[in-house]
């Protein structure tokens, strides 16, 4: 029987999403290529499958995957396989570039696309509140608002297709680079010998105030509840980012926009993979500043 919405990735954070649709009553066929995740997605009601081809006949597609080539090669698979639903959401984050031609590829086969890629973390997937950067035409994005609003509580329309992806770039590219700016004063501040909480209460009470220092602060210690805390656990990890930061800088190379720091920042990040940091949250270059590039 046709399902109201296909959900494909339930990973770290589509399998919350997939869960607050489930619970808001939605009729939802769910796929992802671990086997584990999709059994826990069946037990809280989910029909499930283990062919993606399984979901032609889900009107809304929702796809929550790591990057550009997963979600081509889905799209791709669908299509040919005669998906006969009306309506693609893409909430990963991949190249604006891809992400454009894709939906210009949906277009022609008469269905509507929106790139809706996120912020909030696993934290506002779980709890409902993601804010949304929807790409797309207004038309689409009112046909599937009532989907968005039950997984986020802030939808931004960006602009035509791929624009959200651009948005969601651009902020993970300013992120990064005051990451490592906060990791590299606060790391000189404790060579020099002053205490991390002390500078940190400067810092965030004047002008180097962001929120990598007032609200992700990477010294251990400084606040609690962040993956600092917490021997960089959980959070947001140093791949992903490193990830963000090679789809921002070829993004912005592809219309000759400079990003030096936007550049040096994925080196950092680069070099972290290379001392197997990867896992770690990405404030964790506060440590690979101090050397301390052990797991
Ligand atoms: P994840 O790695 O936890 O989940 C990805 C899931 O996709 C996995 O379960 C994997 O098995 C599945 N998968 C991979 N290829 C597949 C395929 N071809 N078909 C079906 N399933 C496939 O990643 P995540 O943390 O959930 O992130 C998903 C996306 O959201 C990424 O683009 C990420 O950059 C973005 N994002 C993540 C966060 C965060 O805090 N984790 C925040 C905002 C945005």
Not at 47 to 56: F, L, N, P, Y
Not at 104 to 122: F, M, N, T, Y
Not at 132 to 161: D, K, Q, W
Request: aromatic residues 4%; hydrophobic residues 40%.
């Amino acid at each position: 029987s046709a399902h109201s919405v296909g959900f494909i990735g339930l990973g770290n954070m589509g399998a919350s999403m997939a869960s607050n649709l489930l619970s808001d009553g939605v009729s939802l066929k769910a796929f992802d290529l671990n086997k584990s995740v999709v059994e826990d997605l069946a037990s809280k009601g989910a029909s499930v499958t283990d062919k993606v081809e399984d979901m032609v006949d889900c009107e809304t597609i929702i796809t929550m995957l790591p990057s550009s080539p997963h979600v081509q090669g889905t799209v791709e698979t669908l299509l040919s396989a005669g998906w006969s639903g009306k309506t693609w959401i893409d909430s990963s984050t991949i190249d604006p570039i891809i992400s454009k031609s894709l939906g210009e590829a949906l277009e022609a086969e008469g269905k509507g696309k929106i790139d809706a890629p996120v912020s909030g973390g696993v934290k506002g997937a779980a709890a409902g509140t993601l804010t949304f950067m929807v790409g797309g035409a207004s038309s689409t994005l009112e046909s599937v608002r009532p989907y968005l609003s039950v997984m986020g509580s802030n939808i931004v329309h960006c602009g035509s297709n791929g624009s959200g992806q651009t948005a969601k770039l651009c902020n993970n590219l300013a992120m990064a680079i005051q990451m490592v700016g906060t990791a590299e004063a606060l790391n000189m501040g404790d060579s020099l010998g002053l205490d991390p909480k002390i500078l940190a209460g400067i810092m965030n009470t004047s002008t180097s105030r962001c929120w990598s220092s007032d609200s992700y602060n990477p010294y251990p210690g400084v606040l609690d509840g962040v993956p600092a805390s917490n021997n960089y656990e959980g959070g947001f990890g140093s791949s992903l980012m490193l990830k963000d930061l090679g789809l921002a800088t070829s993004a912005a190379g592809a219309v000759k926009s400079a990003t030096p720091l936007g550049n040096a920042t994925k080196e950092i990040y680069t070099m972290m993979e290379s001392m197997e940091m990867g896992g770690k949250d990405f404030g964790a270059v506060l440590q690979f500043l101090k050397g301390n590039c052990g797991n």
